[in-house]
């Protein structure tokens, strides 16, 4: 069973960046693709974005795409989402996952798509 960390949240101002980090343990982390979701105050977990095992595909939520970037160091066990321009409606708790698929595919915007999850990190952005 993979065991995930997440790090890196905080408080950044609108317009600014920030890179969460998810580390994995487990041998199997580099034949799992992994995901990012985020439930937000009073709102349901939603899908941010997923990549493939070997990191050759991605998939975003369409309302965050050119914002968001998700990358993975399958020798560090590893995986990443990048964030660009924040608005303050990206406040929430981000949540790496691990799926039970190496690939994506329609199913990985799903959470039950997902066999592992992390504590969750917070991200507040201000106004």
């Known amino acids: 069973q993979v065991q995930l960390v997440e790090s890196g949240g905080g408080v950044v101002q609108a317009g600014g960046s920030l890179r969460l980090s998810c580390a994995a343990s487990?041998?199997?982390?580099?034949?799992?693709?992994m995901g990012w979701f985020r439930q937000a105050p009073g709102k349901e977990r939603e899908f941010v974005g997923a990549?493939?095992?070997?990191?050759?595909?991605?998939d975003y939520a369409d309302s965050l795409k050119g914002r968001f970037a998700i990358s993975r160091d399958n020798s560090k066990n590893m995986v990443f989402l990048q964030m660009n321009s924040l608005k303050p409606e990206d406040t929430a708790v981000y949540y790496c996952?691990?799926?039970?698929?190496?690939?994506?595919?329609?199913?990985?915007?799903?959470?039950?798509?997902?066999?592992?999850w992390g504590q969750g990190t917070q991200v507040t952005v201000s106004s």
């Open positions: 487990g041998r199997t982390f580099s034949s799992m693709a």
């Open positions: 990549i493939s095992f070997s990191g050759g595909s991605t």
């Open positions: 996952a691990a799926s039970r698929s190496a690939l994506l595919d329609r199913g990985s915007v799903n959470q039950g798509a997902y066999g592992a």
